[in-house]
C-alpha cells in the first residue's frame, strides 16, 4: 500500500470529527489559530502518556490471561494514563484562555485535542498494520476518542462556568472519559485471552455506542447553553 495513501487514511476520521465539531460550535466559533494549538497538545499529550506509562508498566506488573490484570491494564495503565494526559492540557491551559467563554468551548477543545492523540497513535497503528486496522480504527477507536473527549469536554463546560462546582465537575470531567475507554479497552483486551471470550467483544462496541448517544446529547445541551444563542445573526 502506497505511504501517502496509507497517511491519508490514518488523518480521515480525525480529520472529518474536527470539521463536525466545528460546524457544531454555531453561536462562537473559536479561533482556528487556537484550534491548530490545541491538536498540536494532543499529539504532545502521547508523550506524557508514554513519560508515565513507561515507570507504571514497570512497577504494576500484569498477566495477559488474567481478567483481573486486563481491568487494571484497561482502567488504569491505558484510559487512566491517556485520559489524564489530555485533561492536563484541556483544564490547566486551554480552560485558562479567554476564548473559552461558552460551556461549548470545553467539547471543542477537549476534541480538538483528543483528535492531536488520536491522529496521531491512527498513524502509528496503520503504518504498522495497514489498510483493513486503518479502516477498522476509522470507525471505532478514532469516534471512540471523540466521545471521551466530547464528555470530558461536556463537564469542564459546566465547570467553567459553575464555580461553586468548578473542582468536583473537573474531577468528572476526568472519571467519566477514563470510565468509558476503560470499559471499551477492557472488553477488547480480555476478547484475547486465548479465544475464551472471543465474543465479548460486542460489548465493547456497546460501550462505545452508548458514549456516542451521551455525547450527542451532550453536544445539544452545550449549544441550547450559549450565551451568544441570541446574537447569533440570521443567514
Do not use: C
Not at 470531567?173 to 485471552?193: K, M
Amino acid at each position: 500500500m502506497d505511504v501517502l495513501t496509507l497517511f491519508a487514511l490514518a488523518l480521515a476520521p480525525g480529520t472529518a470529527i474536527i470539521i463536525y465539531i466545528y460546524l457544531k460550535d454555531q453561536h462562537e466559533r473559536e479561533p482556528l489559530h487556537l484550534l491548530l494549538v490545541s491538536f498540536f497538545y494532543g499529539v504532545i499529550s502521547t508523550f506524557l502518556t508514554l513519560s508515565i506509562s513507561f515507570p507504571l508498566n514497570a512497577f504494576l506488573l500484569t498477566k495477559e490471561d488474567d481478567v483481573v490484570s486486563q481491568f487494571i491494564n484497561a482502567f488504569f495503565k491505558v484510559a487512566l494514563v491517556e485520559e489524564f494526559s489530555k485533561f492536563v492540557f484541556v483544564r490547566f491551559i486551554l480552560f485558562r484562555n479567554k476564548n473559552f467563554n461558552e460551556p461549548f468551548d470545553g467539547i471543542v477543545y477537549a476534541v480538538m485535542v483528543s483528535m492531536g492523540f488520536a491522529t496521531l497513535e491512527n498513524i502509528f497503528y496503520v503504518y504498522q498494520y495497514g489498510f483493513i486496522t486503518g479502516i477498522l480504527r476509522m470507525f471505532t477507536a478514532v469516534p471512540a476518542h471523540a466521545t471521551f473527549g466530547i464528555l470530558m469536554g461536556f463537564y469542564l463546560g459546566l465547570s467553567k462556568f459553575s464555580h461553586n462546582r468548578s473542582l468536583y465537575l473537573s474531577l468528572i470531567a476526568l472519571v467519566v472519559p477514563t470510565v468509558f475507554h476503560g470499559l471499551y479497552d477492557y472488553f477488547w483486551f480480555i476478547a484475547e485471552i486465548k479465544n475464551v471470550y472471543t465474543g465479548i467483544w460486542v460489548f465493547a462496541l456497546i460501550s462505545l455506542v452508548v458514549a456516542f448517544i451521551l455525547s450527542r446529547k451532550a453536544i445539544r445541551i452545550h449549544q441550547q447553553a450559549s450565551p451568544f444563542i441570541n446574537n447569533t445573526p440570521e443567514v
